[in-house]
């Protein structure tokens, strides 16, 4: 007998079939899955961890609970361009970012669930025999310097995307925000300048998140962007700290607070 086919009192109602092909509609999927994460802001989404009868864990990422413009104009686009993303990393043999497993509607993204993973934390917070090694951040280092060759950059490179698991194998999740830059795509010569900033921006934050750990891991290209950084980069951390950060996700916060209240 199969797991789906299992009585009730050997399979908990709130683990699902391990086929998705087999699951409830995505409210009662919410309804059964963990919260992991809570959306701080329109361009977030929610993430659950959904569990299967046979153990197997899956990641959802949904924007099923923002408003609907905010899922027309933004949520799609979003989970479209991550769900390309990851397959097209797949297709490569990356293996430094969880698998997509499909698409349960347009807002709504499945994904591998990495288990055992714990995200990066600053430098300090770290004692001496937990703190990452050397080896994790050469690995970091070269898998993004892969992934421009490749003409994949992630657009949202930092610390709270980069997960660490065991044996200091590093993982970048969160890619929303990625461009893929190759010559099959249409648009190369239109997007390449945009491609240009974003990667630029990877190497910043890997220059800086790097430097913090372990500075004589820095070569001259990396230490370059320490020592001058780029004015988009200036730019968009004045937007963040001083629009976004004080006004949009304060925003946010209080929509879903009253939200949740009624």
């Given amino acids: 007998m199969d797991c789906d086919s299992r009585k009730n009192d050997s399979c908990p109602s709130e683990v699902l079939p391990d086929s998705p092909d ?3 509609p995505l409210v009662e999927l919410l309804r059964r899955g963990t919260l992991l994460r809570k959306a701080t802001s329109w361009g977030n989404t929610d993430t659950y961890v959904l569990h299967t009868c046979s153990g197997t864990e899956y990641l959802l990422k949904t924007f099923a609970r923002q408003p609907f413009l905010i899922r027309v104009l933004l949520g799609r686009i979003s989970i479209r361009n991550e769900y390309n993303t990851l397959k097209f990393l797949e297709n490569k043999g990356f293996r430094h ?3 997509a497993i499909t698409l349960l509607n347009s807002g709504s993204l499945l994904m591998e669930y990495i288990s055992g993973a714990s995200k990066l934390m600053k430098n ?3 004692n001496e025999t937990g703190r990452p090694s050397p080896i994790f951040f050469q690995q970091l280092i070269s898998l993004t310097r892969e992934l421009h060759k490749m003409g994949v950059s992630h657009g949202d490179f930092r ?3 980069i997960l660490r698991l065991p044996g200091d194998v590093p993982v970048l999740i969160d890619w929303a925000t990625a461009m893929i830059q190759s010559p099959e795509n249409k648009k ?3 997007r390449r300048p945009f491609f ?3 990667r630029k921006s990877d190497l910043y934050s890997l220059a800086s998140i790097t430097e913090s750990y372990y500075p004589d891991l820095l070569d001259g290209e ?5 020592v001058k950084q780029p004015w988009f980069l200036r730019v968009g951390r004045f ?4 629009f976004y950060r004080q006004f949009i996700k304060q925003l946010t916060c209080r929509k879903r607070h009253s939200t949740d209240e009624s």
């Fill in 97 to 99: 970012a969880p698998k």
């Fill in 222 to 226: 990396l230490h370059q962007y320490l």
């Fill in 159 to 161: 610390r709270a995307n």
């Fill in 22 to 24: 087999q699951w409830p």
């Fill in 196 to 198: 240009n900033i974003v």
């Fill in 124 to 126: 300090e917070k770290y």
């Fill in 239 to 242: 937007l963040r700290q001083k």
């Fill in 188 to 190: 190369f010569s239109l």
